[in-house]
């Protein structure tokens, strides 16, 4: 059930591509890796009178692949947050990689299952904002509304846009 006062209950965020700027064949292992998107930090100042709560849940495979600790990600996770403006009320991690068929690895449902363990959250009225289409398939098993940061086109998300910039413009937030 969705906070009093607020249009909808729980905006899901993917990290990398969404919140900080995705490495290319890489990934972001240190504080200097860390480059905030265009217009993020506003979105999100923005938006959080909407949501009840702001989630991550992001697949981070360079933790199963050995080249940074989870407790190093989190210190991340938390510079990301602070660099965004600290309206991220936690990031849900997967560390592992594809071969290990956990049930975290987005595009399965398994983070979204954990956020609900440790938030009363209303899927039906949620949204879920990726940079991929494994960000939405979850999402849309579960009943959420999606957008997607692409440069190409997916049918499956309900709004496409092409960056990060263009959240604030929306007219769902209005």
């Known amino acids: 059930m969705a906070a009093i006062n607020k249009k909808y209950d729980t905006l899901f965020l993917d990290r990398d591509g969404v919140l900080n700027k995705k490495i290319d064949d890489g990934y972001v292992l240190k504080e200097e890796d860390i480059e905030i998107l265009l217009g993020i930090s506003e979105f999100l100042k923005f938006i959080r009178s909407q949501f009840s709560q702001i989630l991550v849940v992001t697949n981070q495979r360079c933790i199963g692949l050995g080249l940074i600790d989870y407790n190093e990600v989190i210190k991340l996770n938390q510079s990301i947050d602070k660099k965004t403006g600290s309206f ?17 690895r987005k595009p ?49 998300a309900d709004i496409h846009i092409e960056s990060t910039k263009d959240l604030l413009g929306l007219p769902e937030w209005e």
């Open 88 to 104: 991220i009320d936690y990031f849900y991690v997967c560390p592992h990689l594809n071969e290990d068929n956990c049930v975290c």
């Open 108 to 156: 399965k449902t398994g983070l979204f299952f954990y956020a609900l363990e440790d938030y009363p959250i209303d899927f039906q009225n949620s949204w879920m904002i990726g940079d991929s289409v494994t960000d939405i398939i979850p999402a849309k098993e579960l009943g959420l509304r999606t957008i997607l940061i692409s440069s190409g086109s997916n049918p499956i």
